[in-house]
């Protein structure tokens, strides 16, 4: 079974802190992993990808990926009222992307 | 990242009518669409994968009667409900993915309510 761990949540940080979200995933053999992040109401968006071991950083996102541990990771840094949103780890397991339940970010001012 | 066009965003039905929602892929070609279905503050589900030229695969559990998916060309996919009745009421959404780097991208959804 292919799987896609998250916490649910919800996660509060202060407006300027760093946000720490973290996924593990089952199978070994994944090769690409997903953030999104979705509003209320709205469908998914695409925030960062990552494909190899180590950091993967895009403004004031950082995407970090360790393969040996099954574990990959995002760190919102000056997390803002609106960073405030569901963020869904997904993995291709070579299939359908594989979600996470997402964990629910609360930044609060 | 790339766009995928859904729509309509909302509609209202009657129960009993079939409601037909499409997506559309915008500037890449998408041999797989995903439909999806998602109830309030609970997490995406997968419906059904749309494979171009062939027959949909659905999940477990997702009658392929009433939920029929058509996916005539590289950048089109539709999702037809049929016979719709209120527990059918729901968000549902479509995703792509661009086959090189398997980042997926998702429709902007269709909030379907059935009276």
């Known amino acids: 079974q292919k799987e896609v761990e998250q916490n649910s949540g919800p996660l509060s940080v202060p407006e300027g802190a760093i946000a720490s979200l973290n996924c593990t995933y089952s199978d070994r053999v994944s090769q690409s992993f997903f953030w999104y992040r979705q509003y209320s109401g709205k469908s998914p968006e695409l925030i960062m990808s990552?494909?190899?071991?180590g950091d993967k950083e895009d403004g004031r996102f950082t995407a970090q990926l360790n393969k040996a541990s099954q574990y990959v990771s995002l760190l919102i840094r000056d997390s803002q009222p609106s960073d405030s949103a569901t963020y869904l780890c997904a993995v291709n397991f070579n299939t359908p992307l594989v979600f996470g339940k997402g964990t629910r970010l609360s930044v609060i001012a | 990242g790339a766009v995928v066009s859904q729509h309509p965003s909302r509609v209202i039905c009657k129960s009993g009518t079939s409601v037909k929602i499409e997506c559309r892929s915008l500037?890449?070609?998408?041999?797989?669409m995903f439909w999806y279905r998602q109830f309030p503050k609970q997490s995406l589900m997968l419906m059904a994968t749309s494979n171009e030229g062939s027959k949909a695969t659905y999940e477990q559990g997702v009658e392929k009667d009433k939920f029929l998916i058509n996916h005539a060309s590289l950048t089109l996919s539709t999702l037809t409900v049929t016979s719709a009745h209120p527990e059918d009421s729901s968000f549902y959404i479509c995703?792509?993915?661009?086959?090189?780097?398997?980042?997926?991208?998702f429709g902007q959804g269709t909030r379907l309510t059935v009276v």
């Open positions: 990552i494909y190899s071991n």
């Open positions: 500037d890449f070609q998408a041999t797989t």
């Open positions: 995703s792509a993915r661009n086959a090189v780097s398997a980042e997926a991208f």
